[in-house]
């Protein structure tokens, strides 16, 4: 990475390509650079191109866990790749891991649109994707015709539609992830996301009762790879460290604080922005996700010690914001929004700066066992 080229991108970026991609739907700017990405990681002169320009390596940020080697903590969140596109494309830009999903077991259209609206006073965006995907099978047929270089995860989730009850619900779980488990993919890690907000009926699995009746289920399955568990963020301590204790009894190596935000007295958003929200169905990422975040992750340090790989995501803008997470106690990074409102630049930008002022030190956790 050339320090000079990053940040001339950055302004470019901030300062032109920005007000126009906002002056488009936001959802069509998304699927256009979804396709355009796709186009630009077939080609190996752009993925050089790319990786000279804007992707940081350096020893010191490569990171050891759950036996799997991550050349850099900055990773893709999931939602940005739901269907699997951009495995190619994303080391070029210099993260350091991917999750791709939310996938679930049956494919889903999305919510009606408008699913997803900019709320740039906030630094946010307001999300009702529902868990749009193209289903496990498809996506598995896809992703079999590319290699991974940097570790690739999935996000699974139970399909968005109504079960007749909660072991249908958690079959469709379960069967989603031997789908991923049988497959000849060489993925790396597993997210499972109990907490989309917006999908039908809300968040089943988000009370330890029904939380532990599904990990039962999950420890049956013997995964080969780590499980990370993607956590609420607008729940109180108690209901958080109530969860926690659930899954510590589980076959899980990980939590990730977290996702979106629902809460809509969140100090963090703009009042402006809080009027669009009204009128919109959706919860929000970004800015407004950043202290929460921050504040779940320091609990879980501080109450679960090394019993959790950490993954800080939650409105990560700046190497700032990075180093907050990382100082709370987060093992690993993840981002979406960063990358809408700074540029594809900031991931080289932020590790850059993360290896000049901490050098990280390596973390080794055994694999899969607890
Ligand atoms: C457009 C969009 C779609 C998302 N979809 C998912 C999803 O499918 N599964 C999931 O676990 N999180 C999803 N999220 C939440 C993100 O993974 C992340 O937890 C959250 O946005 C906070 O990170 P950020 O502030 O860097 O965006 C989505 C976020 C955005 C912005």
Redesign the pocket.
């Known amino acids: 990475m050339n320090h000079t080229v990053s940040r001339s991108s950055g302004f470019l970026y901030t300062t032109i390509l920005k007000p126009v991609f906002f002056a488009f739907d936001p959802e069509s700017v ?1 699927n256009l650079m979804v396709r355009f990405g796709t186009q630009l990681g077939r080609v190996r002169l752009t993925r050089w191109l790319l990786k000279s320009l804007w992707a940081y390596e350096h020893p010191s940020l490569v990171t050891q866990l759950n036996g799997v080697t991550f050349p850099n903590p900055i990773g893709l ?4 790749d ?1 269907n699997g596109e951009l495995t190619d494309v994303l080391p070029a830009l210099g993260f350091g891991f991917h ?1 791709i ?2 996938i679930t077991l049956h494919p889903y259209a999305g919510n009606p649109r408008p699913r ?1 609206v900019r709320l740039p006073r906030s630094q ?2 307001l ?1 009702n ?1 529902g ?1 749009k ?1 193209r289903g496990a099978r498809a996506i598995i047929a896809n992703l079999k015709k590319r290699p991974f270089t940097i570790p690739v995860g999935i ?1 699974i ?1 139970s399909t968005n539609q109504h079960f007749a009850n909660e072991k249908a619900q958690i079959n469709d779980i379960t069967t989603c992830f031997k789908l991923f488990e049988k497959s000849p993919l060489n993925h790396a890690y597993y ?1 499972l ?1 109990i ?2 907000p917006n999908t039908f009926g809300g968040e089943p699995f988000t009370t330890p009762s029904k939380l532990a009746r599904l990990m039962v289920q999950m420890d049956k399955l013997k995964l080969q790879r780590p499980l990370f568990v ?1 956590m609420p963020i607008d729940q109180g301590r108690a209901e958080t460290l109530a969860l926690l204790k659930t899954l510590a009894r589980h076959k899980v190596q990980g939590v ?1 604080f ?3 935000t629902k809460d809509k007295a969140n100090p963090a958003v703009h009042p402006d922005d809080r009027k669009t929200w009204l009128r919109h169905k959706g919860n929000v ?3 407004p ?2 202290a929460r ?1 921050t504040q779940l992750i320091r609990l879980t340090r501080r109450q679960f010690g090394h019993r959790f790989t950490i993954i800080g ?4 803008f700046t190497a700032e914001d990075a180093r907050e997470k990382l100082a709370a106690g987060a093992d690993l990074l ?7 409102y700074k540029g594809p630049q900031v991931i080289g930008a932020i590790n850059a700066e993360l290896a000049e002022h901490r050098p990280r030190r390596r973390v080794t956790v055994s694999r899969v066992k607890n």
């Open positions: 998304h969140s999931a939602g940005f739901y999750t999903g939310t997803l946010a965006l999300v994707k868990l995907n996000s989730a997210e996301n907490s989309c993607k990730i977290g996702n979106l990422s970004g800015q996700t950043r975040s995501t939650g409105g990560i993840q981002l979406i929004t960063g990358l809408i």
